[in-house]
């Protein structure tokens, strides 16, 4: 709470600790990056995560890089990056992500970088899609294209967080239309998001390639709760 107060009145300070930033700092702090609490799951291919979609899905490989808890560092930054407006702090922490999984080629070797669709409504009122800017920082480290237009969201969903596992999966299900599904013919497809719960999103956008030949999909987010 402090440290939202301090930004709110004091732009130079770090939204993840409230700390005034260093000389050569901008946008999150080097002590708040340097101690973001590393999941290290791309090391496992039974993660988690990827454990998450087995038998639900066909996917190659799945991650978070980054663990998320309540009132910490990364909660901080992501409500900053979701509900007040500061995207860059959404190239910022997809910069990391890039760190992270840059030696797991499951994921740095992907042909298209797909960041899961906001509807038009929310993206309205938020500006911007906040995986999309996370997506677009990894590109700018691995230089592999973003193509945010081609999965649409088709049905404006109702939030997430008081939904039981069911009623997330419910909620998201058939909601993403793909357009000129035979361009992804043949590619390995990385789906970006912020967060990964349950997973019933990334469900829902990996039905949308299900009928594409021979696409590869691999699924990596900033963060995932402890498990």
Same mark, same amino acid.
């Given at each position: 709470?402090?440290s ?6 004091f ?17 999150i ?14 090391r496992?291919?039974?993660?988690? *995560? %990827? &454990? ?5 899905? $066909? @996917? ?9 808890? +309540? ?20 190239v910022v ?7 992270e ?11 298209v ?20 800017? *996370? %997506? &677009? ?5 691995? $230089? @592999?294209?973003?193509?945010p237009?081609l999965?649409?969201?088709? +049905? ?63 699924? %990596? ?7």
């Amino acid at each position: 709470m402090l440290s939202h107060l301090l930004n709110l009145f004091f732009p130079n300070n770090c939204p993840g600790c409230g700390y005034n930033f260093l000389h050569g700092e901008s946008i999150i702090c080097n002590r708040c990056l340097h101690t973001l609490p590393r999941t290290n799951y791309h090391r496992f291919p039974d993660n988690p *995560i %990827a &454990k998450n979609f087995w038998g639900k899905a $066909n @996917i190659y490989a799945a991650t978070s890089a980054f663990f998320f808890d +309540k009132g910490e560092t990364l909660q901080h930054l992501l409500h900053q990056l979701k509900y007040r407006g500061n995207s860059k702090i959404g190239v910022v922490l997809g910069r990391q992500v890039a760190l992270e999984l840059q030696h797991a080629p499951e994921f740095s070797h992907a042909d298209v970088i797909i960041p899961v669709p906001l509807h038009p409504k929310k993206l309205l009122m938020r500006g911007y899609n906040q995986s999309e800017v *996370i %997506a &677009k920082g990894i590109s700018e480290n691995w $230089n @592999i294209p973003v193509q945010p237009a081609l999965l649409i969201r088709t +049905k404006h969903t109702q939030t997430q967080t008081h939904k039981s596992r069911f009623q997330r999966f419910e909620n998201v299900k058939d909601v993403f239309h793909l357009q000129d599904k035979q361009s992804y013919a043949g590619k390995h497809i990385l789906i970006i998001d912020d967060v990964i719960t349950t997973g019933s999103t990334i469900l829902s956008c990996a039905q949308a390639f299900a009928e594409v030949p021979h696409c590869k999909i691999s699924v %990596a987010s900033v963060a995932a709760a402890h498990h």
